[in-house]
């Protein structure tokens, strides 16, 4: 599962920040994933425990925010969220846009004792 690669990762970044700062115990980490992305918030809540397990990170919160998936429209240049609509512009009914956010994913916020 792409998502579980994706766990290590971030606990791998979390590793040279915690060795980099000294600390005893990860509180809690925040994660920002755009809709966009290729990662699905409710499988890297899943996989997070499994890839924790036997870690330091084993009782650290994983909270994701989602970041909505933005477009602006190239006919008429109307901003839209792309999912409900599936890329659609709701004011001219085109399909042809920028993508303005939502393919992000970042670490936002470690919170760490
Ligand atoms: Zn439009």
Do not use: W
Not at 65 to 74: A, Q, S
Not at 76 to 90: A, E, F, I, R, T
Not at 107 to 113: F, G, M, R, Y
Request: overall charge negative; some cysteine; glycine content about 6%.
């Amino acid at each position: 599962m792409h998502e579980l690669s994706v766990c290590f990762e971030v606990i791998r970044t979390l590793q040279v920040f915690v060795a980099e700062n000294n600390l005893t115990k990860v509180e809690s980490i925040t994660l920002e994933i755009g809709e966009l992305s290729s990662m699905i918030p409710n499988y890297m809540q899943e996989c997070f425990p499994a890839a924790v397990d036997g870690t330091m990170f084993e009782n650290t919160k994983l909270e994701i925010e989602v970041i909505p998936g933005l477009g602006r429209c190239n006919s008429c240049s109307k901003m839209y969220q792309l999912l409900p609509v599936n890329g659609v512009c709701p004011q001219c009914g085109k399909k042809d846009f920028d993508v303005i956010s939502g393919t992000e994913f970042n670490i936002k916020e470690i919170v760490a004792c």
